[in-house]
């Protein structure tokens, strides 16, 4: 391996350009493959961002001997192939969330990475950021007392074009696989901190408007039960801009986390807010002056260059338990998927993991 890691990226959309200007601030990556479905939208990627390689498209990638790690930014249903395939070619992998549609197909990928000895993470920015850390730290430390409940939401309008993937029904779209990952992630990493082990929920309750035209979830909410008593109260909408915001609830105080998901990105700051009864509260800033992206792919540099397979920033069991609870949300609300239908097809052959037909 080369003294900076070399990524190649699958795919040329929005969050692959992200990545790109991302890398090019970086201190331990560059950009030398990109792949697309498209010469011309290849061309146009290479152009916007210089690389050595952009006309092999994703098999071109994944099959690039000079690439160290691919960055898969397809849509949802195509994240198990390319993921799998990159790994089968020994490439470390950054996989765009969700992992996969269902946590069937998620166990397949993370098998892939386990077969071939290589690094595998699931592309929630935010477990990379320090901010995140030092919050695992608070609630690790007993900062509030007992964690009993928290809320977290995520959400925006990406407006109604029909063209737009998150509102294709055979493209797994939806607000629940696009940002509802990220309260339920957090509510797993803060029922570990609070425990001391991954788990999955004990109990899910879900609900979501699910259009009649684009067959998707466009707003949703839910409820997780972990054992210890902690609830979480969730929500996301790809059709309303919800406050993107975290609040810990203790039996000692409570914490707030303006900014969850992106720390510090588009004018939000990047700080953590203690509240404990009969004292002032205590802001902490956590922000570095650096992008949350830039700050991701320098973590994935190091911990590729340390020699971590299941990365301590989002293991894969713990990729595994959210996906689940995303089948689960999912199966609450009334969402399926092509996808999913595979698995009731399989049902009761042996070979289904916890999908959403259970």
Same mark, same amino acid.
């Given at each position: 391996?080369?003294?900076? @890691? ?11 350009? #992200? ?30 961002? *210089? ?10 990638? #994944? =099959? ?18 390319? %993921? ?23 166990? /397949? #990928?993370?098998?892939? %990475? ?68 990220? *309260?339920?992630?957090? &509510? ?10 991954? &788990? ?14 684009? +067959? ?30 975290? +609040? ?24 953590? /807010? ?6 002032? *509260?205590?802001?902490?800033? @956590? ?8 700050? =991701?792919?320098?973590? #994935?540099?190091?911990?590729? +260059?340390?020699?971590? +397979?299941? *990365? ?8 595994? &338990? ?19 239908? /595979? ?16």
């Amino acid at each position: 391996m080369s003294e900076r @890691v070399r990524w190649g990226i699958v795919g040329t959309g929005k969050i692959a350009r #992200v990545m790109a200007r991302a890398l090019a601030g970086s201190d331990t990556g560059e950009l030398v493959a990109v792949g697309s479905r498209s010469a011309e939208r290849g061309a146009a990627f290479a152009a916007e961002f *210089p690389v050595r390689r952009h006309d092999g498209g994703y098999e071109g990638v #994944v =099959e690039d001997p000079v690439v160290d790690l691919v960055y898969i930014a397809t849509t949802h249903p195509s994240h198990r192939e390319w %993921a799998v395939r990159a790994a089968g070619a020994g490439k470390h992998l950054l996989c765009e969330k969700p992992l996969a549609v269902h946590r069937a197909d998620a166990e /397949v #990928v993370v098998e892939a %990475a386990r077969a071939n000895d290589v690094f595998l993470l699931e592309a929630f920015a935010y477990r990379c950021h320090p901010q995140t850390a030092r919050l695992v730290e608070l609630v690790g430390s007993g900062a509030i007392g007992e964690v009993r409940m928290l809320d977290a939401t995520f959400g925006y309008d990406a407006g109604s074009d029909p063209g737009n993937y998150l509102l294709v029904h055979e493209l797994a779209g939806g607000g629940i696989l696009d940002v509802g990952g990220y *309260p339920t992630s957090m &509510a797993h990493l803060i029922a570990r901190a609070a425990t001391g082990r991954t &788990a999955e929920p004990t109990d899910v309750a879900g609900v979501a408007e699910i259009g009649p035209t684009t +067959r998707v979830d466009h707003s949703a909410a839910a409820v997780l039960r972990f054992e210890g008593g902690i609830v979480a109260r969730l929500a996301c909408s790809i059709q309303a801009d919800l406050e993107g915001s975290l +609040r810990i609830f203790g039996s000692g105080g409570r914490i707030t986390v303006p900014s969850p998901w992106l720390p510090g990105r588009i004018g939000t700051k990047a700080e953590i /807010v203690l509240e404990r009864p009969g004292a002032d *509260p205590l802001v902490e800033d @956590v922000g570095l002056g650096t992008g949350v992206y830039t700050i =991701e792919v320098d973590a #994935v540099g190091e911990m590729v +260059r340390a020699g971590e +397979r299941s *990365p301590s920033v989002m293991p894969w069991e713990e990729s595994l &338990a959210n996906m689940a609870t995303l089948d689960r949300w999912r199966a609450a609300a009334g969402l399926r998927y092509e996808q999913d239908e /595979v698995l009731v097809a399989g049902a009761g052959t042996g070979n289904v993991g916890s999908g959403i037909v259970d």
